[in-house]
Nanobody
Framework: QVQVMESGGGLVHAGGSLRLSCTAS????????MGWYRQAPGKQRELVAL??????RYADSVKGRFTISRNNAKNSLYLQMDSLKPEDTAVYSC???????????????WGQGTQVTVSS
């Protein structure tokens, strides 16, 4: 099994910054895509940013404010969030997909999520 754990959420004033971290552990042969998603109360979960071997992709609402990065050696993913707005308030979850072994046994694992609250 592959476990995913996030950290770094919290309460911040509008205009402030937070850095989220996510680490995958367990039986991992290769990680393909890592991404951050968020879900605000009463809303559907939405993609925030993801990173693959080909590059990165951001939601329009966070472009220029958020930066996604990864450390392949540590199976870790990060999200630097600057110029935060109250509408960024949500539970942020990390999604990791890849292979458990060279026989193409795949996995797609989610973390429990971390709360980000931005006050006005």
């Amino acid at each position: 099994q592959v476990q995913v754990m996030e950290s770094g959420g919290g309460l911040v004033h509008a205009g402030g910054s937070l850095r989220l971290s996510c680490t995958a552990s367990g039986t991992i042969f290769k990680i393909n895509t890592m991404g951050w998603y968020r879900q605000a109360p009463g809303k559907q979960r939405e993609l925030v940013a993801l990173i693959t071997g080909a590059g990165t992709r951001y939601a329009d609402s966070v472009k220029g404010r958020f930066t996604i990065s990864r450390n392949n050696a540590k199976n870790s993913l990060y999200l630097q969030m600057d110029s935060l707005k109250p509408e960024d308030t949500a539970v942020y979850s990390c999604d990791v997909d890849g292979l458990r072994n060279s026989d193409y046994d795949s996995f797609d694992s989610w973390g429990q999520g971390t709360q980000v609250t931005v006050s006005s």
